[in-house]
Each structure stands twice: as structure tokens, then as C-alpha cells.
């Protein structure tokens, strides 16, 4: 008798002890999604095991300056001190969407204006649109002309022509 007086009583404490709120709970998830997009020049250059012919061509500018705003890329960006790090990339984004828009190769003296509107990134570029047109392999008076205008900068980082 004092065995089940003992069971019962221990019974009951464990159930008056017992969690209040259900045993199996459904789990909330949160999904956060993310857009990726990038643009990417010169990175898959072929690789030479062998000399090749140089190649050179003209590059023809518009005389028409462009302008460019960039805000539907990053409508859901939200500014703050990460994309502010990341900037550089947010303007060869929209750098590359100005030139693809106006059907360029380039944009000779681009100037890029960043903006937050609403909290939000705006970018702005205006430029030349160039084309590059007459493709032909260099001569050697082309190579010449390279030489003479390359440019390297010195420990000061002053331009220097070599």
C-alpha cells in the first residue's frame, strides 16, 4: 500500500511539474533570399604559351556625354556601414550598365556620383561612350608609339612618362 501511495504521489508530481506549453511546436523559418549579379572584363584572358602578333585598334568617341542613373539594381539595397566597405563594386555595376545601355566598349572620362535617396543607393555616371572599331596587328611604329606613351607612376605616386 505505501508503494502505491508513494507511486501515485510521485505520479502527480511529475505532471504538476510538467512544461505548460505544447510538446511539439512548429518551427518559423526565416528566408532570406539574396540577387547576384556581377559583371567581370579582361578576367578570362586566353592564355599565351607562345609570342603573338600584338593587336591594336582605334577607338572612336562619341562627342554626346551620356548620363546614367543606377537605382533599380539596388532597390533593395539598404545603406549601411557593409555596403558602404563594398562600394567600388556597387560602381562597376552600374558602371557596366551604363556602357551596356549605351551599346559602348568604354566610357572615356567617366564620373561616378553615389547617393543614398530614402535610404537607399543611387549611383550616377555620365561619360563619353567609345567604341572600338579598325582592329589591325601593331606595326612596329604602333609599338613604338606604346612605348613612348606608357606611363608608370614613381614611390610618390606621380605620374612619370617613360
Same mark, same amino acid.
Given at each position: 500500500?505505501k508503494?502505491l =501511495? ?5 505520479v #502527480?508530481?511529475?505532471v504538476? %511539474?510538467?512544461? #505548460? #506549453?505544447?510538446?511539439?511546436q512548429?518551427a518559423?523559418?526565416? =528566408? ?7 559583371s ?9 604559351t ?5 593587336l ?5 568617341v562619341?562627342? *554626346?556625354k ?11 539595397? /539598404? =545603406? &549601411?556601414?557593409s555596403? +558602404? $566597405? ?6 562597376k555595376?552600374?558602371? %557596366?550598365?551604363?556602357? $551596356? $545601355?549605351? *551599346?559602348? &566598349?568604354?566610357l572615356v572620362g ?15 555616371i ?12 601593331? #606595326? /612596329? *611604329?604602333?609599338?613604338?608609339? +606604346? *612605348?613612348?606613351? $606608357?606611363?608608370f607612376?614613381?614611390d610618390?605616386?606621380?605620374?612619370v /612618362?617613360?
Amino acid at each position: 500500500m505505501k508503494k502505491l =501511495v508513494l507511486f501515485t504521489l510521485l505520479v #502527480t508530481i511529475m505532471v504538476s %511539474c510538467a512544461p #505548460t #506549453t505544447p510538446l511539439y511546436q512548429e518551427a518559423s523559418y526565416v =528566408v532570406r533570399t539574396y540577387e547576384y549579379s556581377e559583371s567581370t572584363a579582361r578576367n578570362l584572358e586566353p592564355e599565351h604559351t607562345m609570342l603573338l602578333t600584338p593587336l591594336i585598334a582605334d577607338l572612336e568617341v562619341s562627342s *554626346k556625354k551620356i548620363y546614367y542613373t543606377e537605382k533599380e539594381a539596388f532597390a533593395d539595397v /539598404v =545603406v &549601411d556601414e557593409s555596403v +558602404i $566597405q563594398n562600394i567600388d563594386e556597387f560602381k562597376k555595376i552600374a558602371l %557596366c550598365r551604363a556602357a $551596356q $545601355q549605351h *551599346k559602348a &566598349d568604354v566610357l572615356v572620362g567617366a564620373m561616378i556620383e553615389v547617393e543614398t535617396i530614402d535610404e537607399r543607393l543611387v549611383i550616377t555616371i555620365s561619360g563619353y561612350p567609345a567604341y572600338y572599331k579598325n582592329f589591325r596587328n601593331a #606595326t /612596329v *611604329k604602333d609599338t613604338e608609339l +606604346i *612605348k613612348v606613351s $606608357q606611363i608608370f607612376r614613381n614611390d610618390l605616386g606621380v605620374a612619370v /612618362v617613360q
